[in-house]
């Protein structure tokens, strides 16, 4: 099981700093993140360039809020800065994220983020010098004369996002590894994203041991047990406001919690959200502790997912103890 670090720092020398951390300590790879407020185009490009070894990923990039030839142009750029250590990690966001926040239309978010994946690929292997053309159900370029100098690989991974099976299907379909969502329990884990992967992977023929299965795992660690505990509960329930991530909630029979967290959040009252966040929850969803008890949580991944992103709790934590939980992991979870 390969183990990589979701990077959630600024200002972006931060975590350029810590990247380099993470290489030294022997991690597969780091993660950036697409937000309102942050590229992760942007982010990747920095940090690959500071780098040697480790793999850079876009954990994740958002499939819709780019034109793919725009993507395609940025991510082989980034896999030239790095001479071929870039991950694209794609996701669709919610329905709200991207009217509310991006002002896009959200449409048919498996069938699209499917035409975005064959379409990058088209466009990093299409032959030099010619014209490139791609009608689709989403997408129509014309583009007179397509050209592509200095691309270090037209096989570029990417990896797909997803929550619900649809998504999640689709990834085994078409891409090459997945990014599992932070909610995900292992129960969600074993009794809907691996079949669902399977039945994607069986759709195209394609082999168990060509997809990554990866995903994000919230890690809380500290000799203060309540804390780390405290920390990973407010991060879950933070998502746990989503609707749409009923289908993890749903599966556990969560509906008390689930109406607990999202009463608290109405009213804006965040110590009570965290409260209502089960210790079922907790145990499920993160790994919290000391890192004792962290190192031996985490084994109960193994068989789940084939590559764990670390990620730590941040909403609400300040940034010097961000940066501790990262030291810790890098401690206990390095090679």
């Known amino acids: 099981m390969r183990r990589s670090l979701v990077l959630v720092l600024d200002p972006i020398s931060d975590q350029v700093d810590h990247a380099q951390k ?26 690959g360039q500071a780098t040697e070894r480790i793999g850079i990923g876009s954990g994740i990039a958002y499939a819709f809020g780019r034109s793919p030839v725009y993507t395609a142009s940025a991510v082989a750029d980034i896999d030239e800065i790095t001479n071929g250590r870039t991950i694209l990690g794609l996701g669709t966001g919610t329905k709200r994220m991207q009217e509310s926040w991006y002002g896009f239309e959200f449409e048919s978010p498996a069938p699209k983020a499917i035409e975005v994946v064959r379409l990058l690929r ?99 660690i500290s000799d203060d047990v309540e804390q780390a505990r405290e920390e990973a509960r407010r991060q879950i329930g933070f998502y746990a406001t989503t609707r749409t991530y009923d289908a993890i909630l749903d599966l556990h029979g969560w509906a008390g919690e689930k109406k607990g967290i999202r009463d608290s959040f109405r009213s804006m009252d965040f110590a009570g959200m965290t409260a209502a966040v089960s210790d079922d929850m907790l145990d ?6 000391t890192p004792e008890d962290c190192e031996k949580q985490l084994a109960r991944y193994d068989g789940l997912l084939d590559h764990v992103l670390l990620y730590p709790p941040s909403v609400g934590v300040s940034p010097d103890r961000v940066k501790e939980n990262y030291k810790l992991m890098m401690e206990v979870f390095g090679s």
């Open 122 to 220: 088209e466009l990093w292997s299409a032959p030099q010098g010619r014209p490139f053309k791609h009608e689709g159900r989403f997408y129509n370029i014309a583009i007179d004369l397509y050209l592509r100098p200095g691309l270090v690989r037209s096989d570029i991974p990417i990896y797909l996002a997803g929550v619900n099976k649809r998504m999640v299907r689709a990834a085994g379909e078409v891409a090459d590894g997945l990014v599992g969502h932070p909610l995900y329990s292992r129960r969600y884990l074993d009794e809907v994203v691996r079949p669902a992967v399977e039945e994607g992977l069986a759709k195209e023929n394609r082999q168990r041991d060509s997809f990554d299965l990866a995903g994000y795992v919230i890690t809380s």
């Open 284 to 289: 499920q969803i993160a790994v919290v502790g």
């Open 22 to 47: 993470a290489e030294e300590a022997g991690f597969d790879a780091v993660w950036l993140v697409d937000f309102n407020n942050r590229s992760a185009f942007v982010r990747m490009a920095a940090t």
